[in-house]
């Protein structure tokens, strides 16, 4: 299992509509996706968790680092 969260600036052009499709299309798959954080403005953020294979194919521009994230690596 590996945790992500994700990041979609709300400026850049297709971004939020990239990130809830690529959480859309692995639904399935995930084990956790939560409510739509960030202040909505600027930017809409999720945490995920599922397979490492899944987690993995999140497009890096996507991606961000928090405390959800890495707390796996910490156990």
Known sequence: ??????????????????????????ATLLTHVSDGGGCGCCVVMWDVEGPSAVV???????ACQSDWSTSLDES
């Open 1 to 26: 299992m590996k945790r992500a969260t994700i990041c979609a600036d709300v400026h850049q052009p297709g971004e939020v509509s990239m990130a809830e499709a690529w959480i859309q299309q692995n």
């Open 56 to 62: 993995e194919s999140l497009p890096s521009a996507l």
